[in-house]
């Protein structure tokens, strides 16, 4: 195990997959930026499955236990359901689960269960078209996401959780529809705060619809109560419904930091590695993977780069509002 400068072991690498989207979601990928001129990672660029799986066994002899695909939108990448399998029979990873728009999800949720993917979180910001249309700002239907949270359930991708951001002004009318919709059907919402990742998406205080808020909207039609963490570092605030109606979440990166346990790695497409979802630049792991390093050196490489490690971005934000760079999160992965 090893540990970084604050004290805290790495646990948690999430991988990005691809830093292409079918959505255009105006918080994430918004389209003045992301337009039909914008040039992504060439194929070859990404890394292989087989690269992904052997840093994934490095990460995992060092303490990795969770990993989750993300990207971009990770059902894209073809055939993805071979990686979850070989990162299935790695040593030491004991969950391994995946963030996705939904699009494409009803299609692929049995092949995805099958390789040994544990769980999925679905991405829906509303349960009404126009809203929904408007954020993901290429008209995707919200019952095309509603059938993949469905398939998933059905194949027991389960609890499914579902991830709505709350942006001032688009849909923030629609947090108590949303927890109503899925009260009582052992799917878990959870609700986040818009977050000031990349530097495009127009990011500003006052679009942040606060947890507190969120709980308030909620709590005072169906009275919550709030209950500890499933475990350390978890960055969701868990609350549950007092009549047993199920439980919901809130991440609350903007007004209640959480990087005193962050145990969380990113690993983008194209194989470099940030220690915080705020870094402005990544370690290279591509360079030595495709020139011949053994694993003991990339090993080390691992150890030098988390051992270093001091980040705690959402903490200084809030105590000193910094205004450094930041790396996109749709090329990082969420
Ligand atoms: N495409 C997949 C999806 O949307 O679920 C996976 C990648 S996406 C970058 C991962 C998560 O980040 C999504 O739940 C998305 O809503 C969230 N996200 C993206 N930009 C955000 C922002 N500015 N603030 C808060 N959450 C954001
Ligand atoms: Fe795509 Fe996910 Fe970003 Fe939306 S949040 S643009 S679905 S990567
Ligand atoms: Fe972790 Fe960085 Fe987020 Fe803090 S800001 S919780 S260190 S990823």
Redesign the pocket.
């Known amino acids: 195990m090893i540990l970084d400068r604050l004290g805290r072991p790495i646990r948690d690498l999430r991988i990005s997959v691809t830093d292409r989207?079918?959505?255009?979601?105006t918080?994430?990928?918004p389209k003045e930026v992301?337009g039909s001129d914008y040039i992504f990672l060439p194929r070859a660029e990404l890394l292989s499955f087989e690269e992904i799986a052997r840093l994934a066994r490095l990460f995992a002899v060092h303490g990795v236990q969770k990993i989750r695909l993300?990207?971009?939108?990770p059902l894209l990448r073809r055939d993805l359901e071979h990686l979850v399998a070989m990162l299935r029979a790695i040593d030491g990873i004991h969950d391994i689960a995946l963030?996705?728009?939904g699009?494409l999800l009803a299609r692929k949720a049995q092949s995805l269960k099958d390789a040994g993917l544990d769980r999925v979180t679905v991405?829906l910001d509303s349960l009404d078209d126009t809203t929904f249309g408007a954020?993901?700002?290429v008209s995707f239907p919200v019952q095309r996401v509603l059938d993949g949270i469905a398939a998933a359930a059905a194949v027991g991708l389960s609890p499914v959780k579902i991830n709505m951001?709350v942006k001032r002004g688009q849909n923030e009318g629609d947090v108590l529809t949303m927890a109503e919709h899925f009260r009582g059907t052992g799917h878990i919402v959870r609700f986040i705060e818009f977050m000031d990742v990349g530097q495009t998406n127009g990011w500003r205080m006052d679009h942040v619809v606060t947890a507190q808020e969120i709980i308030r909207t909620i709590g005072d039609v169906h009275p919550l109560a709030e209950i500890p963490p499933a475990y350390p570092g978890e960055v969701a605030d868990r609350w549950r419904y007092e009549d047993g109606a199920g439980e919901i979440g809130v991440i609350a990166s903007v007004t209640r930091p959480f990087c005193g346990a962050c145990s969380r790695a990113r690993l983008s497409a194209d194989g470099k590695l940030y220690t915080c979802l705020f870094g402005a630049t990544g370690h290279d792991l591509r360079a030595p993977l495709r020139s011949g390093a053994t694993d003991d050196e990339i090993a080390a490489q691992l150890r030098a780069i988390w051992g270093h490690r001091i980040d705690r971005y959402s903490e200084l934000r809030s105590e000193e509002s910094p205004d450094l760079p930041r790396v996109e999160?749709?090329y990082i992965?969420?």
């Open positions: 989207c079918n959505f255009r979601c918080y994430c990928m992301f993300t990207g971009g939108e963030t996705t728009n699009s991405s954020m993901n700002d951001v999160m749709s992965g969420g």
